[in-house]
């Protein structure tokens, strides 16, 4: 009975100082889930419960052990916190700090992309390669990216910073920094003057199309006139 009680200690000090170091090496992480998830409540819920938090984990593990030249298992890491969180982060991907990843469900990191700080992703997103060809293949996110749920950022490109890529677009060109992209594929909409900050209105956000054709309609009626 004491053997099993020492056991179970043991481990509880192990879960112990193993979450108390997550809550060190994500500080960052877990502070930017508090500042752009209101349903977040207390670290040890996200620490708990958030599985981009937890492919982060997953992450960094698989990261320093490839960056150690240790075979097979980086990438069987990575498959592990697919079947468990449902995010795929391949480990040779570079991931700054203060990355969110909201609900997370179907998110991919291909292995050549790189990704800023601050950046936050919703579920669904891709940033995927194009082409057999190896070396540079995935994007290049820049710093405080917004990217919305089910976009697809696709080839070696570059987000450029502070931009905000609309939900279910598709991306295949570089953007500029401090753009809004929505529809299929991508297009730079105009936003009256206005970025879109980290309160993510993602409701109104302005479709260059509509504007198009809002401005043309205009146009008629100004000429029948």
């Given at each position: 009975?004491?053997?099993?009680?020492?056991?179970?200690?043991?481990?509880?000090?192990?879960?112990?100082?193993?979450?108390?170091?997550?809550?060190v090496?994500?500080?960052?992480?877990?502070?930017?889930?508090?500042?752009?998830?209101?349903?977040?409540?207390?670290?040890?819920?996200?620490?708990?419960?958030?599985?981009?938090?937890?492919?982060?984990?997953?992450?960094?593990?698989?990261?320093a052990?490839?960056?150690?030249?240790?075979?097979?298992?980086?990438?069987?890491?990575?498959?592990?916190?697919?079947?468990?969180?449902?995010?795929?982060?391949?480990?040779?991907?570079r991931?700054g700090?203060?990355?969110?990843?909201?609900?997370?469900?179907?998110?991919?990191?291909?292995?050549?992309?790189?990704?800023?700080?601050?950046?936050?992703?919703?579920?669904?997103?891709?940033?995927?390669g194009?082409?057999?060809?190896?070396?540079?293949?995935?994007?290049?996110?820049?710093?405080?990216?917004?990217?919305?749920?089910?976009?697809?950022?696709?080839?070696?490109?570059?987000?450029?910073?502070?931009?905000?890529?609309?939900?279910?677009?598709?991306?295949?060109?570089?953007?500029?920094?401090?753009?809004?992209?929505?529809?299929?594929?991508?297009?730079?909409?105009?936003?009256?003057?206005?970025?879109?900050?980290?309160?993510?209105?993602h409701?109104?956000?302005?479709?260059?199309?509509?504007?198009?054709?809002?401005?043309?309609?205009?146009?008629?009626?100004?000429?029948?006139?």
């Amino acid at each position: 009975m004491t053997t099993c009680l020492n056991i179970l200690l043991m481990l509880l000090a192990v879960a112990i100082v193993f979450w108390l170091a997550v809550a060190v090496v994500l500080r960052k992480e877990i502070r930017a889930t508090f500042e752009r998830d209101p349903a977040a409540t207390n670290y040890l819920e996200v620490l708990l419960t958030y599985s981009g938090t937890h492919a982060l984990i997953f992450y960094k593990i698989s990261h320093a052990l490839l960056k150690m030249h240790i075979p097979f298992l980086p990438r069987w890491l990575s498959q592990v916190a697919r079947f468990f969180t449902g995010i795929e982060i391949h480990p040779g991907a570079r991931i700054g700090k203060g990355l969110f990843i909201d609900h997370g469900m179907g998110v991919v990191i291909g292995e050549t992309s790189i990704i800023g700080d601050d950046v936050t992703l919703y579920q669904g997103v891709t940033l995927g390669g194009t082409g057999k060809a190896r070396g540079k293949r995935h994007p290049t996110l820049g710093n405080n990216v917004v990217v919305g749920a089910g976009a697809k950022i696709l080839g070696d490109i570059t987000i450029g910073d502070n931009s905000y890529i609309g939900a279910n677009a598709v991306v295949i060109k570089d953007v500029p920094h401090n753009s809004t992209v929505v529809g299929v594929p991508g297009r730079l909409t105009r936003q009256d003057g206005k970025k879109i900050d980290i309160s993510l209105d993602h409701i109104h956000i302005l479709d260059p199309l509509l504007q198009d054709i809002e401005e043309l309609k205009e146009r008629i009626k100004r000429l029948e006139k």
